[in-house]
């Protein structure tokens, strides 16, 4: 792995400049987060899920999507994925053991983080007001509760989820526990809340949060 413990990752001299659409305060964060950890050159674009832009970049309007390489690549896992495997950075090699593992935190992190505050996202604000059922938070909230105490348990000797240095589920988590804190979750077990905290400390994290203004 080519990313040093903690530190950050040397930029790939030459790399294509690639474009990002998608707000800061939307998913869009994890990708220009790694850009910025990897020191990758890139444009942003602030487009509002569902925005004009937004369905320019992907017919379903939803963000982030990626411009690269004269195609635009929608999901922000397959995004990090793409970013980290073609620059060698914030990953694992695939087919180590090593990366079944970070793969392993990344797929438990959207199971049971993510798709748990997308569905109190879903009731709250972004289905239409007749299919809310605001009630269901209440369940989510525990769920949630109970998947950080696992995390806790998925830690290890750190500092980061996959070892020594930082990895493409550790930039899911952190944005997740910065969601999750937006949405009045539980904070989880000591541990996991410091955890959280080293990842917001990184220069890079500062760097993508004094972007644009966060309404
Ligand atoms: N699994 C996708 C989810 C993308 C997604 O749902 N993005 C939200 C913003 S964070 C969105 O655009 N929502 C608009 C909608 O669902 O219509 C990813 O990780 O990129």
């Not at 040093?4 to 998608?22: I, L, M």
């Not at 804190?181 to 539980?186: E, L, T, Y």
């Not at 989880?188 to 644009?212: H, K, N, T």
Request: glycine residues 8%; proline residues 8%; aromatic residues 6%.
């Amino acid at each position: 792995m080519q990313d040093p413990a903690g530190g950050t990752a040397a930029a790939d001299a030459g790399a294509e400049t690639v474009t990002v659409v998608g707000t800061v305060r939307s998913r869009a964060f994890r990708v220009l987060w790694l850009l910025e950890e990897a020191g990758l050159p890139h444009v942003h674009v602030p487009a509002y899920p569902r925005s004009a832009e937004a369905v320019a970049a992907n017919p379903a309007g939803k963000v982030p999507v990626l411009l690269a390489e004269g195609a635009a690549i929608t999901d922000s896992t397959a995004i990090l994925h793409y970013l980290a495997d073609r620059h060698g950075l914030l990953t694992h090699p695939a087919g180590t053991l090593a990366r079944a593992r970070q793969d392993s935190l990344t797929h438990f992190l959207l199971d049971e983080l993510d798709s748990v505050l997308w569905t109190a996202a879903r009731h709250s604000f972004v289905l239409p007001a007749e299919w809310r059922v605001p009630e269901v938070k209440a369940s989510l909230r525990w769920e949630f509760d109970q998947s950080l105490g696992r995390l806790a348990g998925r830690l290890g000797p750190g500092p980061f989820l996959a070892g020594e240095a930082i990895t493409v589920p550790d930039i899911i988590a952190g944005h997740c526990l910065h969601w999750a804190a937006a949405a009045r979750f539980p904070a989880g077990p000591a541990p996991v809340q410091s955890y959280a905290a080293r990842l917001a400390a990184r220069p890079a994290w500062a760097a993508v949060m004094a972007r644009e203004p966060r309404d």
